[in-house]
């Protein structure tokens, strides 16, 4: 057990792509809103400016009761309880928060990783009040190397509603980043209000990853085979399944084992020679049999 233990503590330090939303706080349920939308707050995990602020779905109390995106919009877009807003008399507004992917850095520059950027952009009926989600891929010297931007929307695709409109885009991360900055900024053109909405919020990155390949055999036996994405040396993969672990250090880099559930879920993760410098990808696959 201690040697198990001991491998999987190497593998977890290798170098590795980060899985999974990288964003902190993505959808402003952490910490308490602004009942009436008016005031500031606390957003954990965010740097503010100007009177950016989190408000609640059907919310929009005294003084003023501002008008906000009913409950059904949230239920529509899966939003919570909260979005996030521009805020009351804010000008230009603004949220930031700065993710480090230093641990990516082989892969990075080696040209194998893109990111994905993503959110609901909402407004105000017809206002036009712009929204913006930059996300800045900052090198070590903290000099931005290359930016993604999604946004705004118009007054017209939200059919001139209080309706969030899905944007994403995609760009490839630049050699030499180590760290990446997303930021929300909201822009008051008319009223008293910043209407620029924002909610679920996601930056995720797509590097390397094993193939696994699946073969039924009869009594019940399955063999997975790992192959490594062109480019990459192969060292070793640890394939996981049914609570059992098992390393090949040989390719072609493979697995047998007694499927005891219809559809065993295989994960693995493939130490591999990137560049100068060793790193881990992972792979996963669902197990079909007749």
Known sequence: MLAVAVAAAALAALPAVPQGNLIRNPGA?????SQSGETTVPIPDWTTTSAFTVAPYGGGGAPDFFTFPPLSESQRIGGGKNFFA?????GTSTASQTIA???????IDQHLVAASLGAWLGGYLSEPDPGTVTAEFVGGSGATLSSLAIGPVTPEERDRDLKFVQKAGVADVPTGTRAIRVTMTGVQVDGTYDDAYFDNLSLVLDG??????????PHKRVTVTAAVPAGLKGRSVT????????TDRRAPFTTVFL????????????VVTVGLAR???PGRLVVRCP
């Open 29 to 33: 349920e952490a910490g308490q809103p």
């Open 86 to 90: 521009g805020g009351f008399k804010a």
């Open 101 to 107: 992917v230093a641990a990516a850095a082989p892969f």
């Open 208 to 217: 390397p990853s094993l193939v696994l390949r699946s073969r039924c055999l």
């Open 239 to 246: 394939f996981h399944v049914g609570g059992r672990s098992s």
């Open 259 to 270: 499927r005891r559930t219809k559809a065993p879920v295989v994960t693995a993760t493939g």
């Open 279 to 281: 790193g881990s990808i």
